[in-house]
């Protein structure tokens, strides 16, 4: 009998790999689900990526295999980004690395930097991921605490008091992602040189920066950031392209090129078109960005009322794709999550799957249309007095 | 000081990755370099692709998040392809996943079924991503020979008198790369028995079926293939896709299964456009193939006249993409890959990147266009006399 490895006893299929197929088979049997559930932007990619595109593909060698840094041209466009966006200075040649998205960043740096029995610092509530990947490497996930009184910050004292002999590496994300708090430089700086006293390597994963921000953040804008550091960004968000799946590893060059060294031993470069269009997209200026995050602030009111007619709360701050909303009494809010689904036709992501500190919440994901958040609003009046 | 990961400690970033780089100065110093050292088609795709791929750019969903088990209409061109040119059955359900390239399938694989210290039959020469990734996971290559003498085929009287009580997995390769050999059904049959016999999981990695073969294999035409083996496979060959990133792993569902969940978990799905396009190109005939290989024919003809050009031997029944070609007198031909890079401006590939037994071997790639075949000959021709 062949045996499967360990680290597969010990891993999950990923939450959204099952259940949207449960979500899809609900809607086979003729259900009209709305799904609030995924942060897959819905709204249309920049015009122009149809027609960059095009042309791309008629590239004499658009069909070839590509090199694993990615085109000068994208690595380029990316700089400019960071430049433009965050003021923040790179070097094109050594210290950006395109990706196939920033998820596979997770695994990749991951591979670069644990051994078996590491420990890495993960927040919770926080993306799945971070410990799906630390397991499936044998390294062993250390969750720290993020709660809401402390704005979903780390909290450095109760850092400090862990046993930190075998930990490697930490994952922070700001803006963060389920609960939407922004950066608060002032603590994440704080981290940086918990990080640097420690030897740990702090990574943050930055997808949501372009998001109802008030000003984007990157970990770079803060002081011995690059000694120390590293930031996976990513296009899914930013301009709509999540499944053209384009992210970037940012930092300095002994760090990105150790992830170098691993990819180029796992995958091959980037389909050429996707690289094209990609450093175009990253040249739209600040218009594109005030446009989206209109729509985006027009479904988070709705969202509000949505959320207002459950008697959940929720903090008007959030930045990201989601409004994150508590149950008042604190109870488990994976009930109401099932009760929306099977009797409202609703599909919330329940907080507890992002970590037990955040098992009174539900998410509620802003890449649904006005339309359609206003059917959840009478459906949720609805079920609300059925089920009263 | 922040440390890298032991597996990094081993791991050379990719051959191709460092040689190109300086191929690449190389020619930004002015020198106009054939490259006959890498299988990148440069071919033209079929036709049809530019066409359905802005068809499939159209479509509402094309930017968003894929299913992890790729669209319905991928797997099913898929099983019919397998069942057009291999005569093979499958279920496009559970026994098909498509995967961002074969390459990818070689990690995604070992991390199923691989444990720290777990060993693994290699082919030498063999490509050099299977060591590659099987050290990334800590696991260890336990190389074995393949010889002309015996078609470039497993020994299996050697392969038994190994102390197997480690080994877990084995990966063969036919058609096989860098050799051309191709699949000798008796001899691969003997290995799947024995692989039964031994609970080792054996992988057929065939991205090379379609070219300059007589009859497309496939390692589910040999008996009890299902229940030992998985198979990976690749667009980027058979139809002049290398940059489009399209591969497939093959086999029953379980492993598959296997397979899946690491994969759900450290990456998304395939771009849709992508998607819809391979699944299109799966369906074309014969006559795709007659016409790529009858380039491919015309082509191997010149690299057959630069090798005799060279003294070397090779074998005229070779299949895939490339002439492999050995030093008469057995000595290393990295020396003369040397020569002919720096004296003649001509790139090929020294055997030795794929083992000790490659040593006495050149591998040249039939990628290269009849114009540049005849400035080879012409180059090599005065190199000769140069250097003689």
Redesign the interface.
């Known amino acids: 009998?062949?045996?499967?490895?360990?680290?597969?006893a010990q891993?999950?299929?990923?939450y959204f790999?099952k259940k949207?197929k449960e979500v899809k088979a609900l809607k086979e049997a003729g259900k009209n689900i709305i799904n609030l559930g995924?942060g897959?932007?819905?709204l249309?990619?920049p015009k122009a990526?149809?027609q960059d595109?095009?042309i791309a593909?008629?590239q004499a060698?658009?069909?070839?295999?590509?090199?694993?840094r990615g085109i000068d041209a994208l690595r380029n466009a990316l700089v400019q980004f960071y430049l433009n966006h965050y003021a923040v200075t790179l070097d094109e040649e050594e210290e950006v690395l395109p990706l196939?998205?920033s998820?596979?960043g997770?695994?990749l740096t991951s591979?670069?930097?644990?051994?078996?029995g590491?420990e890495v610092l993960i927040p919770n509530p926080g993306y799945p991921?971070y410990a799906?990947?630390t397991k499936?490497l044998?390294a062993v996930p250390k969750l720290y605490n993020l709660t809401e009184a402390e704005n979903w910050h780390p909290n450095l004292a109760e850092l400090k008091k862990m046993d930190l002999s075998k930990v490697?590496m930490m994952w922070i994300n700001y803006p963060n992602m389920p609960t939407g708090a922004d950066a608060d430089h002032q603590r994440i700086q704080e981290i940086i040189d918990f990080a640097l006293a420690n030897?740990?390597?702090l990574i943050n994963d930055n997808p949501y920066s372009m998001i109802l921000t008030e000003k984007p953040f990157s970990i770079f804008q803060l002081q011995n950031a690059h000694q120390?550091a590293l930031e996976l960004n990513s296009m899914?968000k930013s301009f709509?392209?999540?499944?053209?799946?384009t992210g970037f590893l940012v930092g300095n060059a002994l760090?990105v090129n150790?992830v170098?060294?691993?990819k180029?031993?796992?995958?091959?470069?980037?389909?050429?078109p996707?690289q094209h269009t990609a450093s175009k997209v990253l040249q739209l200026d600040k218009n594109w960005f005030s446009a989206l995050n209109s729509v985006y602030k027009e479904r988070r009111e709705w969202i509000w009322k949505i959320a207002d007619e459950l008697q959940l709360s929720y903090s008007k701050k959030s930045t990201g794709l989601f409004v994150w909303a508590k149950l008042k009494g604190g109870e488990n809010a994976e009930k109401l999550a099932d009760q929306l689904l099977y009797n409202a036709d609703i599909f919330v992501t329940p907080g507890k799957i992002f970590g037990s500190q955040g098992e009174a919440y539900l998410r509620f994901s802003l890449c649904v249309g006005i339309n359609d958040l206003q059917i959840c609003l009478e459906r949720i009046k609805k079920f609300k007095n059925k089920s009263l």
Chains 1, 2 share one sequence.
């Not at 180029?264 to 050429?272: C, H, I, R």
């Open positions: 009998m062949i045996q499967f490895s360990n680290r597969l891993t999950e299929e990923y790999s949207l995924i897959s932007p819905d249309a990619p990526v149809f595109f095009e593909l008629q060698n658009a069909f070839q295999y590509q090199a694993y196939m998205g998820k596979e997770i695994m591979m670069a930097f644990l051994n078996e590491d991921t799906a990947v499936l044998n490697k030897d740990i390597l120390v899914s709509n392209l999540a499944g053209f799946r760090f150790a170098l060294k691993v180029s031993n796992m995958d091959s470069g980037m389909f050429l996707i």
